[in-house]
């Protein structure tokens, strides 16, 4: 009987063979500019994306053969971490280049603080002779494209690959994704643990009262389509389809003036999973990874219904994956994948274990905030495997350098390691955090706080009652399921960590003290 791998074996295996040149059969990325060209810039976003459950990861189920056939030509980053483990600090971060504690969108639904309102990869490139474009399915993720509009030449609004006739709330408030969320959203009303502004009771259940009556009206032929019912934005309880988003962009960047930088944020493969027909039961196989020790923000759930979300939430990403593939092969019949920088990464990833479903948690596991970074460069003909760990704030000064433009003073991120330079010091700490339950306006006083370090990950627990100040380390080497915590066997790792981490803190609070 032939033994079988796990993921890890066959990141080893894939770390053992010769790594293509990054340089090899294609130009220098900075040759582009020296020789007066500029490259387009496209960034893909698939919300909720754990880079655990893709092909290329290893993943026991073949969710997404597309992108593993992308893969082919471009750079696939297997340490790559969100700064967050929801939609508000992960995109804050991709799109500043800031962390949280800088940014200050840490809570659900917030803003990036004034300061940062020009601090944008959009306004990076200001000046660079770039068409600018944006879209998001995401009530969240919009809040900041509002916030950058001054820097986009084309911000479409949620609502353009939303179905017609949808009478999602957000539609009466346009130009106020704030309002928007908080008329629409349950979870806001039943959690002011979150101190954010509590949503309207009248409105959210009018919202969902209309959604109902409107999916109810959908023609035989679309509800025989998605019979677990359509794809729908969370917030706004708005349906769409993936392939109306994907038609879009496909129209949009054919027509789009060059160079352009395009920033597609999509919805899936984030809850609620309704795939159409053809993904529904393709991954009835019986199989679940082995279970884990529960952990002290569990939420209870048992590990057959974990498995049974986890199922649907694969089906839902093969979906997504196959949309993906049409996105590919549109840029490569178009030629633009000869002349453009293809960016696919996730805000932040999602949870079926410990007890703990989704990502409304306080815990940050690598299924949470490990997310996928594919990046193609012009003409990228072979694959290469990069394990340093590198964080989404690395993402505005890559691209920053591919336009050939300054690395803004903001940024705390480092160039991806693509222009043929040595990858950052892989004992560069890299930082996540939920802070969720913190006011913006206030010390990092509560929350969970996540520093990557080498092979070493140290977590750390704020202000939770009876949680104070509780720690975990996990070394990723060895480990990169995190079962062992090794924060009491190895004491001296974990003071080392602990008080850097704390010297972090202390020095980014220092603008919040009274």
Same mark, same amino acid.
């Given at each position: 009987?032939?033994?079988?791998?796990?993921?890890?074996?066959?990141?080893?295996?894939?770390?053992?063979?010769?790594?293509?040149?990054?340089?090899?059969?294609?130009?220098?990325?900075?040759?582009?500019?020296?020789?007066?060209?500029?490259?387009?810039?496209?960034?893909?976003?698939?919300?909720?994306?754990?880079?655990?459950?893709?092909?290329?990861?290893?993943?026991?189920?073949?969710?997404?053969?597309?992108?593993?056939?992308?893969?082919?030509?471009?750079?696939?980053?297997?340490?790559?971490?969100?700064?967050?483990?929801?939609?508000?600090?992960?995109?804050?971060?991709?799109?500043?280049?800031?962390?949280?504690?800088?940014?200050?969108?840490?809570?659900?639904?917030?803003?990036?603080?004034?300061?940062?309102?020009?601090?944008?990869?959009?306004?990076?490139?200001?000046g660079a002779g770039y068409h600018r474009l944006a879209y998001t399915h995401?009530?969240?993720?919009?809040?900041?494209?509002?916030?950058?509009?001054?820097?986009?030449?084309?911000?479409?609004?949620?609502?353009?690959?939303?179905?017609?006739?949808?009478?999602?709330?957000?539609?009466?408030?346009?130009?106020?994704?704030?309002?928007?969320?908080?008329?629409?959203?349950?979870?806001?009303?039943?959690?002011?643990?979150?101190?954010?502004?509590?949503?309207?009771?009248?409105?959210?259940?009018?919202?969902?009262?209309?959604?109902?009556?409107?999916?109810?009206?959908?023609?035989?032929?679309?509800?025989?389509?998605?019979?677990?019912?359509?794809?729908?934005?969370?917030?706004?309880?708005?349906?769409?389809?993936?392939?109306?988003?994907? %038609?879009?962009?496909?129209? $949009?960047?054919? !027509? =789009?003036? +060059? *160079?352009?930088?395009?920033?597609?944020?999509?919805? @899936?493969?984030?809850?609620?999973?309704?795939?159409?027909?053809?993904?529904?039961?393709?991954?009835?196989?019986?199989?679940?990874?082995?279970?884990?020790?529960?952990?002290?923000?569990?939420?209870?759930?048992?590990?057959?219904?974990?498995?049974?979300?986890?199922?649907?939430?694969?089906?839902?990403?093969?979906?997504?994956?196959?949309?993906?593939?049409?996105?590919?092969?549109?840029?490569?019949?178009?030629?633009?994948?000869?002349?453009?920088?293809?960016?696919?990464?996730?805000?932040?990833?999602?949870?079926?274990?410990?007890?703990?479903?989704?990502?409304?948690?306080?815990?940050?596991?690598?299924?949470?905030?490990?997310?996928?970074?594919?990046?193609?460069?012009?003409?990228?003909?072979?694959?290469?495997?990069?394990?340093?760990?590198?964080?989404?704030? %690395?993402?505005?000064?890559? $691209?920053?350098? !591919? =336009?050939? +433009? *300054?690395?803004?003073?903001?940024?705390?991120?480092? @160039?991806?390691?693509?222009?043929?330079?040595?990858?950052?010091?892989?004992?560069?700490?890299?930082?996540?955090?939920?802070?969720?339950?913190?006011?913006?306006?206030?010390?990092?006083?509560?929350?969970?706080?996540?520093?990557?370090?080498?092979?070493?990950?140290?977590?750390?627990?704020?202000?939770?009652?009876?949680?104070?100040?509780?720690?975990?380390?996990?070394?990723?080497?060895?480990?990169?399921?995190?079962?062992?915590?090794?924060?009491?066997?190895?004491?001296?790792?974990?003071?080392?960590?602990?008080?850097?981490?704390?010297?972090?803190?202390?020095?980014?609070?220092?603008?919040?003290?009274?």
């Open positions: 009987m032939t033994p079988s791998l796990s993921r890890r074996d066959v990141l080893k295996l894939l770390a053992a063979l010769p790594a293509a040149g990054l340089l090899r059969g294609r130009m220098n990325p900075l040759d582009w500019l020296a020789g007066g060209q500029k490259p387009n810039l496209l960034v893909v976003v698939y919300d909720t994306l754990a880079a655990e459950h893709l092909t290329t990861d290893g993943y026991p189920r073949d969710t997404t053969p597309h992108l593993a056939n992308f893969a082919r030509q471009a750079t696939v980053f297997h340490r790559h971490y969100t700064s967050g483990n929801f939609t508000t600090p992960g995109t804050a971060s991709l799109l500043t280049g800031a962390y949280p504690w800088s940014h200050r969108a840490f809570n659900i639904a917030a803003p990036v603080a004034p300061a940062y309102a020009r601090r944008s990869i959009f306004s990076a490139l200001g995401n009530l969240l993720a919009d809040t900041f494209l509002h916030q950058f509009a001054a820097d986009l030449e084309q911000h479409l609004p949620p609502e353009t690959y939303f179905l017609a006739g949808t009478p999602g709330l957000d539609r009466l408030f346009r130009g106020d994704p704030d309002t928007a969320y908080r008329s629409t959203h349950f979870l806001s009303r039943i959690l002011p643990s979150e101190r954010v502004m509590p949503a309207s009771l009248f409105l959210s259940l009018l919202n969902e009262l209309g959604l109902e009556q409107y999916e109810a009206t959908l023609t035989p032929e679309l509800a025989a389509l998605f019979p677990d019912g359509l794809p729908e934005e969370d917030s706004s309880k708005s349906f769409f389809l993936l392939e109306d988003a994907i %038609d879009g962009m496909m129209e $949009l960047l054919a !027509a =789009a003036p +060059q *160079p352009f930088l395009g920033y597609f944020h999509l919805y @899936p493969p984030h809850h609620p999973y309704h795939p159409p027909r053809e993904f529904i039961g393709r991954f009835d196989d019986g199989w679940a990874p082995e279970g884990k020790p529960e952990h002290f923000f569990t939420a209870g759930q048992a590990d057959a219904d974990l498995a049974e979300r986890r199922r649907k939430y694969d089906e839902f990403l093969a979906y997504a994956d196959y949309e993906f593939g049409r996105l590919a092969a549109f840029l490569e019949s178009s030629g633009l994948l000869e002349t453009t920088w293809v960016v696919f990464t996730s805000d932040h990833g999602e949870m079926f274990e410990r007890g703990i479903k989704g990502h409304n948690t306080p815990v940050l596991y690598n299924p949470l905030v490990r997310v996928p970074l594919l990046v193609h460069q012009p003409g990228q003909a072979a694959r290469t495997d990069v394990y340093t760990p590198t964080s989404c704030v %690395d993402l505005l000064p890559t $691209l920053a350098l !591919a =336009a050939g +433009q *300054p690395i803004p003073a903001w940024s705390e991120g480092q @160039p991806l390691p693509l222009f043929g330079r040595e990858p950052a010091p892989a004992e560069r700490p890299i930082f996540a955090l939920d802070a969720r339950r913190n006011s913006k306006f206030r010390p990092l006083e509560t929350g969970t706080v996540a520093m990557i370090k080498g092979q070493e990950k140290f977590i750390a627990y704020y202000g939770y009652p009876g949680f104070d100040r509780q720690f975990e380390l996990y070394d990723l080497e060895n480990d990169l399921e995190e079962r062992q915590d090794l924060s009491r066997a190895d004491t001296r790792t974990t003071d080392r960590l602990k008080n850097e981490l704390e010297i972090t803190l202390q020095t980014v609070n220092l603008p919040f003290r009274a």
